[in-house]
């Protein structure tokens, strides 16, 4: 999606994109990679093309780091050799190639499948035969990229949400599918959407400094709560809002396989025992628990007191055991920076957690018609 489009498309696409990397400036160097081996006849690697992904990128000036490998990155064929689960479900003149200009690699796909069971195996030695012989030909890698919603990287997601059922996990799937051809793409123009983003009453929070914890979605309850009863906004765009920002943090992940965001409700002037409204949250929820499985890292409440904690969580008793689990409802503000990876110093430096979402909101005017 451009930063000017009134139309907002999902982050990810089933579609691949293509790299194909040589070693021929550098014949006996390292692809700078950590392997993971996906041949072990798992369920979670059903829907891989390959038998090897890139799990770790190493230090150093390497293949990979040239070429921008990144972590995910499936390995589908050595020198134009096959070594896939299954054929390409796509045509090579359809796909976007990743390779620079000044990085093309000529080779030609044979798109071979490979039996599981030794196929990783086969896969290394081909490298290591190929390698021993260069510089004549040199060694070339050509990987697919997929992104995090594409069912390769998804799949494990649906599986560990309905506990390693295969079939329940694809039920799970295909109804998301068919949720995401029907919700996409949201018109940005819409007058509600328009006043959440210029009030920022849904934005989102995002520290590139911050290493170990994912970026957070930041919801303004109160605000919602009090446009909403003024008829400014409906609460299907208040869902619709949460997608965009949701949608957003998941495609900034580093591992696609792995996508994570946090969400960070503010009730600053909210009563939990008299103004707090739940059915928005319950609408929220219907859409992120079945189309957006394990990928929620934290979600905090706050300000809580400790005194109506508890008539809080059971207020939200709708929401899943495991789901519950990665809650916290809390008036302290050292739990929430420990929690999302704040420091809290910053939050006290900008007078608030407010004014601390303004400093490190992204978007932005970039949605705003």
């Known amino acids: 999606m451009t930063s000017r489009s009134p139309l907002y498309h999902s982050t990810s696409k089933e579609k691949p994109q293509l790299l194909h990397i040589t070693f ?16 072990k006849g798992s369920d979670d690697h ?26 995910g990155d499936v390995i589908v064929a050595v020198n134009g050799t096959g070594y896939r689960r299954f054929a390409p479900d796509y045509k090579e003149a359809d796909v976007e190639y ?7 690699v000529d080779v030609t796909l044979d798109n071979a499948v490979v039996a599981a069971g030794e196929a990783y195996n086969q896969l290394l030695s081909k490298i290591k035969a190929i390698k021993a012989a260069a510089p004549d030909p040199p060694l070339i890698l050509t990987l697919e990229r997929y992104g995090w919603d594409a069912r390769s990287n998804s799949w494990p997601r649906y599986l560990a ?13 295909q109804q998301h599918e068919q949720w995401k051809s029907e919700i996409f793409p949201i018109d940005l123009t819409k007058a509600g959407l ?3 983003f210029k009030q920022k009453a849904i934005c989102e929070i995002n520290i590139h400094e911050i290493k170990d914890f994912p970026p957070t979605v930041y919801i303004n ?6 446009m909403e009863k003024a008829g400014e906004i409906t609460a299907d765009e ?32 909210v009563s939990i025992t008299g103004g707090f409204r739940v059915e928005t949250l319950k609408r929220i929820y219907k859409i992120f628990e079945p189309n957006y499985p394990e990928t929620l890292f934290k979600m905090v409440m706050f300000p809580v007191s400790s005194m109506v904690g508890l008539t809080a969580r059971s207020l939200l008793s709708f929401v899943n055991e495991k789901t519950q689990s990665k809650f916290l409802i809390t008036n302290s503000l050292d739990k929430v920076c420990e929690e999302l990876g704040w420091e809290k110093r910053d939050v006290d430096d900008c ?4 004014e601390f979402m303004e400093k490190h909101e992204k978007v932005g005017d970039s949605f705003l018609f």
């Open 194 to 196: 328009q006043e959440i």
């Open 24 to 39: 021929e400036s550098d014949p006996k160097g390292s692809l700078g990679c950590q392997l993971v081996n996906t041949d």
């Open 221 to 226: 309850y109160g605000k919602l709560q009090q």
């Open 238 to 269: 208040v869902v619709e809002a949460f997608i965009i920002f949701t949608e957003r943090l998941l495609a900034h992940s580093n591992d696609p396989r792995n996508p994570k965001t946090c969400q960070f409700i503010d009730l600053s002037g």
């Open 98 to 104: 990743l390779n620079k200009d000044e990085e093309k």
């Open 161 to 173: 949400a309905r506990d390693n059922n295969v079939p329940d996990a694809m039920m799970m799937q």
């Open 351 to 354: 007078g608030g957690i407010k």
């Open 46 to 71: 059903m829907f891989l093309p390959g038998y090897a992904v890139i799990g770790k990128l190493l230090k150093g000036e390497t293949v990979a780091r040239k070429f921008d490998v990144r972590v």
